[in-house]
């Protein structure tokens, strides 16, 4: 069999794979942070997550680029990435982990779940518990929303000393990403 052919089965065979299994994608996830501290209140958002679920190994992993974060106010999102989050050192942020109870959906069910794992940013990588619901629209599509703590200190990113920039210890992150089969 020639080189090229092989390379060719090789392609089909991996196209298979992906075509009758429970991998789901997605490049357009939301994700909100909410900073509350006794004078002020105010969130972050990116609507770039990328990650996947693969039902079948109960497996996901979610990223999302830190440089791709809003908060409204230019000046704050620059001294948050240069300052604080030291986006040039440490531009991601991840959460990898696995589905503790396997979720076996029927199309329009949905489910709660937690998914036990390592969540990375500012070069720390700590093991969290991920509480969630993961729905299941149809065949290619999957919808995931989950909410988790964040504690500032526990991966080295400093608070702001200066009372407009006051920050709260705790940061509460919310997900929501729809994934399709590719």
């Known amino acids: 069999m020639s080189f090229p052919r092989i390379i060719l089965l090789a ?9 009758f299994g429970q991998e789901f994608f997605t490049e357009t996830g939301y994700v909100n ?3 509350k501290a006794s004078l002020n209140e105010f969130n972050g958002e990116s609507k770039q997550l990328n990650g996947l679920i693969d039902l079948d190994k109960n497996l996901l992993d979610f990223y999302i680029d830190l440089n791709t974060l809003k908060t409204g106010i230019g000046l704050r999102d620059r ?5 604080y ?4 050192k440490y531009p991601y942020a991840e959460f990898t982990g ?7 959906l029927k199309n329009g ?3 709660k779940v937690t998914a036990t794992g390592k969540f990375t940013i500012h ?6 518990e991920v509480p969630g619901t993961i729905k ?3 065949n290619n599509t999957v919808e995931l929303e989950a909410n988790f703590k964040v504690l500032l200190g526990d991966y080295k990113i400093d608070i702001p000393k200066v009372m407009f920039y006051e920050l709260s210890e705790e940061q509460t992150v919310t997900i929501k990403a729809e994934l399709k089969k590719k």
């Open 85 to 88: 989050l030291e986006t040039n």
């Open 136 to 138: 299941r629209v149809n």
């Open 98 to 104: 696995k589905i503790a109870e396997g979720p076996e």
């Open 11 to 19: 392609y089909l065979l991996c196209l298979s794979q992906f075509s």
């Open 109 to 111: 069910e949905s489910r």
């Open 33 to 35: 942070f909410l900073s």
């Open 123 to 128: 070069g720390v990588e700590r093991k969290i």
């Open 79 to 83: 001294h948050m990435r240069e300052n």
